[in-house]
């Protein structure tokens, strides 16, 4: 057994350092992606596809080396059947939940899930490791390092899916406080003329924000040949606020049918802001609550103590 415990630890030790290199040192940034505009035309000349929108293939994860090419596809697969303890959904609802959390942004949407689950999992290797390490210290046994290293795994887990859900979280929320001003300016700038596809790009060109960015790929599906109905329909379908969905959906409403869309962005813009009032009166009220806890906890036995200690004195007198 004492020969035992230095290999363990020097193994944790290993595993916990190798992990945490992998997990913070991030991949460098392809130069495709960079320079694809500038080869558009150039790829159109040739009789290629111009892959304007990025869907070229980003070429092999591994590189091209004689090992990588062999035991890249391998070691693609462990990670892939060992990604589904972190998230067992399909790779669709999975995508969909990083697009909403804003994550990986700067990665194709279709390779999403792949880098959030291989990126979950060294998280999780490296607080497995880490806590591992630690029982192994304080139990000075195999059991404390399985045992301590189990929950350091599974709380690397819990804290990625926590990670998503916050992350949602906070961009409903900056969505929220942006859809009101949005629909302000919508509806202004359609007061003074326009339709739903060229009041849209004036806000586009001149905002920014989350609201702005979904309108925004919006606009761009719009110029790649969709309906813009369509595709606000799309916006719709993917946004986490219940309140943007109801927003695009009124102003593809608009966009197909006529309808007056300053008065319909008004109208969500009030029911929004009385939403917003009613949540922070609601927020303000649970705050003024917790207040009270510290006074009932710590003032109230305090005062209590200083009330009580000369009743003794007053009912039995000097005795």
Do not use: C
């Amino acid at each position: 057994m004492g020969g035992l415990l230095p290999v363990l630890a020097v193994t944790a030790s290993a595993v916990f350092m190798s992990a945490l290199i992998w997990t913070l040192i991030r991949p460098s940034r392809a130069l495709a992606p960079r320079v694809r505009p500038y080869t558009a035309a150039t790829r159109a000349e040739l009789r290629r596809s111009p892959d304007a929108f990025g869907q070229a293939h980003p070429g092999p994860v591994f590189g091209e080396g004689t090992l990588r090419r062999l035991f890249g596809p391998i070691v693609q697969g462990m990670t892939q059947r060992l990604g589904r303890f972190v998230s067992s959904a399909s790779d669709d609802k999975l995508a969909i939940r990083l697009r909403q959390a804003g994550l990986y942004s700067g990665t194709r949407e279709d390779l999403r899930p792949q880098e959030y689950r291989m990126r979950s999992l060294g998280r999780a290797v490296v607080l497995g490791a880490g806590i591992g390490f630690i029982g192994l210290l304080v139990l000075q046994s195999p059991l404390g390092v399985v045992l301590f290293g189990g929950l350091g795994f599974l709380l690397g887990l819990l804290t990625s899916k926590s990670r998503v859900d916050q992350a949602i979280a906070t961009r409903r929320e900056r969505i929220r406080g942006e859809l009101y001003t949005v629909n302000q300016l919508i509806a202004m700038r359609t007061r003074v003329g326009g339709g739903a596809v060229e009041v849209t790009r004036h806000v586009v060109d001149r905002a920014n924000g989350v609201v702005v960015d979904e309108l925004s790929e919006a606009l761009r599906l719009h110029e790649r040949g969709w309906a813009f109905t369509d595709a606000l329909e799309r916006a719709a379908e993917l946004t986490p606020e219940p309140e943007a969905e109801r927003t695009y959906r009124v102003i593809a409403t608009a966009q197909e049918r006529g309808a007056d869309l300053a008065d319909a962005l008004l109208g969500l813009s009030k029911d929004l802001r009385s939403a917003r009032r009613d949540g922070l009166q609601a927020e303000a009220a649970k705050r003024r609550l917790l207040m009270v806890i510290p006074i009932v906890v710590v003032l109230a036995p305090v005062m209590l103590w200083f009330l009580g200690a000369p009743m003794p004195t007053i009912i039995f007198g000097g005795l």
